[in-house]
T-cell receptor
């Protein structure tokens, strides 16, 4: 079946360092979504990418959708302690069905 | 505006009992989803419902689990004869539409954390 893989599983950075998580799908995606889940919290929608090669920015966060629409990345510039959490990518696996990656958990040392 | 409301937030059951989890979607949202999350793991799709219809239940175990979204009232995820392996966080989400940019994003509730003793 369709799989969505994320690497790395964990990342520890010093506050101020950059962070990147990568997402790869076994199949071509019509779109990809990113969510953030704080420790003990629930997933919160960040962004949706639709077009091949699309790049979107939200303040210090940069999201990319690969040309082949099978991979995506999230890059955070100059991390802050508020960035702590698990970042998930998710792609459609059928109507109403989002397939989530296993997530990348970011820890930021102040 | 109220978001997705789930209750109970925490539920403890003994093996063999029933667990009933409730979810009220964002007002105006007709698409409801249930996901299960084990500790340190991602979210696993269970079921997709619209009012009075189960659209896709391919992620739900065939036995003991059932879900509904009645015309009136919240969506219910029911787990009969719970076992220890059912211990997890169960998240409900809703959306205005499915798959459309700007309307297809999922709004998640805070989850119901089930512990089976």
């Amino acid at each position: 079946g369709q799989q969505v893989m994320q690497i790395p599983q964990y990342q520890h950075v010093q506050e101020g360092e950059d962070f990147t998580t990568y997402c790869n799908s076994s199949t071509t995606l019509s779109n990809i979504q990113w969510y953030k889940q704080r420790p003990g919290g629930h997933p919160v929608f960040l962004i949706q990418l639709v077009k091949s090669g699309e790049v979107k920015k939200q303040k210090r966060l940069t999201f990319q959708f690969g040309e082949a629409k099978k991979n995506s990345s999230l890059h955070i510039t100059a991390t802050q302690t508020t960035d702590v959490g698990t970042y998930f990518c998710a792609g459609p696996g059928g109507p109403g069905k989002l397939i989530f990656g296993q997530g990348t958990t970011l820890q930021v040392k102040p | 505006n109220a978001g997705v409301m789930q209750n109970p937030r925490h539920l403890v059951r003994r093996r063999g009992q029933e667990a009933r989890l409730r979810c009220s979607p964002v007002k105006g949202h007709s698409h409801v989803y249930w996901y299960r999350q084990l500790p340190e793991e991602g979210l696993k799709f269970m079921v997709y419902l619209q009012k009075e219809n189960i659209i896709d239940e391919s992620g739900m175990p065939k036995e003991r689990f059932s879900a509904e979204f009645p015309k009136e009232g919240p969506s219910i995820l029911r787990i009969q004869q719970v076992v220890r392996g059912d211990s997890a966080a169960y998240f409900c989400a809703s959306s205005l539409d499915w798959g459309s940019p700007g309307t297809g994003e999922l709004f998640f509730g805070e989850g119901s954390r089930l512990t089976v003793l």
